[in-house]
């Protein structure tokens, strides 16, 4: 921050240095198991050719999970997306969610913990409905 710049900026830049080190405590706090979770099943689901369309979604979620203070998700989609979410559901979906969930219930228990509960929860709600939602930087 110089001297001379307005305040706007300067107020941009902490906030990049506050998501910077709630990622960093996110990782510590159990963020990588979830962005590993997510690895996984997009490993599992490019295992067959049909599978590599979700398994990159996977892969773009697993980003999320790992570094998730700073960005939203925006849901939207059509048809397409609403047969694609069923199969997931029914697939992977519910484990992950179930995972997040149980993940953030429990940071949840404590005060410091609740942004990060947050976070699970955001990550939980995708685990249910993936596509059509697209990651947008804050």
Known sequence: MKKGEPYAAKAAERIDFMGCLGNLTWILCGGIW???GWFLMG???CVTIVGIPIGRQCFKFASLAFAPFGKEVEYGGGAASLVLNIVWLLVSGIPLALAAAINGVLLCCTVIGIPFGLQCFKIA?????PF???IIQK
Do not use: C, R
């Not at 709600?125 to 409905?129: E, N, P, R």
């Open 132 to 134: 059509g939602a697209k």
């Open 43 to 45: 490993v599992a689901w």
């Open 34 to 36: 979830q962005a590993l």
């Open 125 to 129: 709600k995708l685990a249910l409905m």
